[in-house]
């Protein structure tokens, strides 16, 4: 768990991804198209509205990124609205947003000093370098894969092979009427 579990206000640090039934969680080129393309109905699955969506999202107060899924986010209309996002680089970025910030140092810090004191709920989308780090530094309580019903053959891989064995404890799995299935782990207990 992060070590900014004893905060007074509980911060939990999520990280979301989708990938690939194959592991990765972009083509070659970088890109994802492949997350619209449609598939065949899953008739046992749930699906949840628009409403459902826009409450859930509602509860996340603040988003962490690396620069390339800052691009990406740019590049298809912005998903994050007005919630605080904090794009982790070393580039430096024109400030397109009041509330995007740009973080480059130690992601512990980052975590710990930064974020702890003002967000309850962060989540961790991208990309897969920042999340194996975030992972090897324990700084993750929950791990949210969606896992898409599409196999890629190649691109970017979820995480690469530097991490660790470390057994995660399942929390949940929810298939959806899309095809795509989430898998929710929390951290291991020490």
């Not at 512990?108 to 004191?117: E, G, N, Q, S």
């Not at 999340?131 to 791990?143: N, Y």
């Not at 959806?176 to 951290?187: H, T």
């Amino acid at each position: 768990m992060s070590s900014s579990e004893g905060n007074a206000k509980k911060t939990s640090v999520t990280l979301h991804v989708v990938s690939s039934l194959d592991g990765f969680i972009a083509k070659k080129d970088n890109s994802v198209s492949w997350l619209d393309s449609p598939g065949g109905v899953y008739e046992a699955g749930v699906s949840i509205s628009e409403e459902e969506i826009a409450t859930f999202v509602k509860t996340i107060d603040c988003y962490v990124l690396g620069s390339r899924t800052y691009e990406h986010a740019v590049e298809l209309g912005w998903p994050y609205g007005d919630t605080p996002v904090v794009v982790v680089t070393g580039r430096e970025w024109p400030s397109a947003k009041k509330s995007v910030e740009f973080y480059s140092g130690d992601l512990k810090t980052l975590v710990d000093v930064k974020l702890a004191p003002r967000y309850r709920n962060i989540w961790l989308v991208g990309g897969a370098m920042l999340c194996q780090r975030f992972l090897e530094l324990g700084l993750v309580d929950e791990i949210r894969l969606t896992i898409a019903p599409v196999l890629l053959g190649e691109g970017l891989r979820l995480f690469g092979g530097s991490l660790t064995e470390e057994r995660w404890n399942l929390k949940n799995v929810v298939a959806y009427k899309n095809g795509f299935v989430e898998l929710s782990y929390s951290a291991p207990t020490a």
